[in-house]
């Protein structure tokens, strides 16, 4: 029997992420920073709102000027003036006393709230009827109720959504510090594989994985950059992770399943500058032939060939690299998968973590996972998967109508 | 009391959106169409894989050389050559011959499975020892296996994930047809609001909105153009309008929460040419004072002021319209939810559909939803929020401990 190497627990290699350092910061347009990681905290300079507020379109008025009133003994109190939207009114109101205001109008002195216009009958051009009570505070927002001056904004290591960029916006950051986004390399290696412009010969492949990768590196908020197929050749692989160190943050090799081209990956990284060999094999499946290296600073992975195994290796090991050097704190993360139930037994080897393609159906409202029968070498058994569901290591299968967490694919 | 317009169902609004056509299609790169609608079936041209490939390192076999080889009684095979990746075998085996090959490799004429090298052990240059028998077609993947010549690869309508990109690759369609991405125009009105850059004046506030919802058109899929604050006066606005829609597919008009501002923006609209009001108010809150506009082929949105109600609106009315016309079919459609607990009552209104900030959080293993307190204008409920729980038209609020699905935000 051929001894095989020695494969690494799957949370082991995840600890690796944060011996890599976090990139560089650089300033950017507020406007184009979606989906980009804050690179520190950003803290409110003024109270907002920065004035009192109205919430509703109706009359500012002093709430003590309506307590009684109702249907049948309103209140009637008087218009004082109106309040013209974006300015400060230059007149204050008194008890019995009421400011016309639209919905972000700012009160006048004296009001503390504001009346509904549904709650009230205009009288004439001076007097209002009030049918409604309102305590002080309604219907209007204090200044500094949405944020106090001093308050973080937004931390540091968060990934910004269109809210935060609104809340930012709302304190004038036009330009913010983000992490640089992650540029990840990806080169195709495999002596079978040639480019997808081919019409491959018996026996070739068109290059699948660089593109699936492209898609995979572009979704984790990274930049894909690809440098062609490479040979089995010592030389060529060497010269291109050289350059692909050089343009970029992390290096993925793809292609090469078998045991002679993983010895020869393994035997380039080795050759690189101050590399070591982290990880060679994870106790996962599919995807347990993965090399992690270190280069410098920098990682580099020799991912499985079998495009489904580099999808599921990229998803659970690889996109948690990338989170990190990209500046996502973990305590930011917002992931919450869905949970789904089995529809039929799956059965799995202990000592492993088993990742299955599931598609998710609804049926009498529940939602059920349907694991994806065939080879895991098929593409189309990814196309049809909605997710991933996982075994642990210590597991040795799941019952017809467990609940499953599911990783979004 | 003043009378209010008459609010249309959210179901009959949602309807509206397959009464307004689909963009126009365009060719791009494969690599550049992640996320992507296609716009027509692709199909196989091809068998894939096109030959019989090993899925593992061994030996090529027909099966039958193997049967009943065990530990204790190996079968011996003679070595016929070994298969160069990339190439198709120049010999063929038989009856009791092997051929060494890689995962990935071409199996040679006469062969039908792969014995993994772990089952064999090699007694000189021309024989192995087989330990372990296999079945035809065992360790192999069958020619058209993955996909047959003819089959759909990807549907019409689907958004493309990197597994839809990578089989597409696999049969080398470097180019495809996909819906243009839909432009959106963000218009925003208000006279108190003014551009971020600005020190806003007592009663004056940054324009939030056009941010937001610039962040919000990107998540959908779609192009954000923004053209800048618009004051209270018809012909700028009118003319804004007719700018954006020469220059887009949607318009989107935010701010002007106002009774005034509302019926001002109806001005306008119903002046454009070829428009119809469609809908002046939805049966949701927040976002209750909603204006739908057709103009030609194109919808036009008035959005509620507030920023929260317009992103409560944006999730669930509007992006559903950008949605359609970008190409994305119903079916096709990949929203699988997370559902969670909720830890408090909530009370709700009858006769419209109310939509809940919530915090997600995890404990005892049970994912559990907690509504956001605070005024719905306030922004910073939204920035602390996870998702939106819905609280359905007929129902008068949800108790704790209900499951309750959560839309991400």
């Known amino acids: 029997m051929k001894e095989f190497f020695k494969v690494t627990d799957l949370n082991k290699v995840l600890e690796y992420a944060s011996d890599f350092p976090r990139l560089e910061t650089e ?30 379109d109706g009359y500012a008025v002093c709430a003590s000027s309506t307590f009684g009133a109702s249907e049948a003994n309103p209140a009637y109190l008087t218009i004082k003036g109106s309040v013209p939207m974006g300015e ?41 009827e009030v049918y409604k009570s309102v305590a002080p505070g309604q219907n209007i927002l204090e200044k500094g109720e949405d944020m106090h001056k ?20 709302a304190f004038g950051k036009k330009r913010i510090t983000v992490y640089k986004k992650p540029v990840v390399s990806i080169i195709s290696t495999g002596d079978e594989v040639v480019s997808i412009e081919e019409m491959p010969d018996p026996g070739q492949i068109r290059d699948i994985n660089m593109y699936t990768l492209s898609g995979l590196v572009e979704k984790a908020g990274a930049v894909p950059t690809t440098y062609g ?25 793809s292609g090469g399943s078998s045991v002679g081209t993983r010895d020869f990956t393994i035997e380039v990284l080795s050759a690189l500058p101050a590399s070591e060999i982290l990880v060679h094999g994870i ?8 090399i992690l290296a270190r280069s410098g600073d920098q990682a580099i ?5 079998q495009v489904t195994s580099t999808m599921v290796v990229f998803e659970i090991v690889v996109k948690p690299f990338i989170e990190h050097i990209g500046g996502l704190s973990p305590e930011h993360k917002r992931h919450f998968n869905p949970v789904a139930q089995l529809n039929r ?51 040795e299968g799941l019952d017809e109508g467990t609940k499953v967490e599911v990783i979004p694919l």
């Open 301 to 305: 992975w020799g991912l499985p060939g």
């Open 150 to 169: 001093g308050q973080t904004l937004v931390p540091a290591g968060e990934c910004l959504r269109a809210q935060e960029i609104g809340l930012l916006a």
């Open 27 to 56: 300033d950017i347009f507020l406007m184009e920073s979606r989906g980009r990681m804050l690179a520190a905290d950003m803290n409110a300079d003024i109270d907002l709102p920065d004035f009192m507020r109205s919430t509703m």
């Open 88 to 128: 400060s009114p230059a007149f204050s109101i008194g008890v019995g006393e009421v400011a016309k205001i639209s919905t972000g109008g700012m009160l006048p002195n004296g009001a503390d709230s504001v009346v509904m216009i549904e709650h009230t009958e205009a009288i004439d051009k001076t007097t209002i």
């Open 345 to 395: 037994n799956i059965s799995s080897t202990q000592g492993r973590t088993d990742y299955i393609r599931v598609k998710l159906f609804e049926k009498d409202g529940i939602l059920w996972a349907e694991p994806i029968l065939g080879k895991s070498g098929l593409i189309n058994t990814m196309v049809k998967a909605d997710g991933l569901i996982e075994i642990g290591l210590n597991t």
């Open 229 to 253: 197929i490479v040979r089995d050749d010592f030389d060529d692989l060497f010269e291109k992770c050289t350059m692909a160190l050089a343009q970029s943050d992390m290096v993925l090799i």
């Open 283 to 290: 106790s996962i499946s599919p995807g347990k032939p993965t």
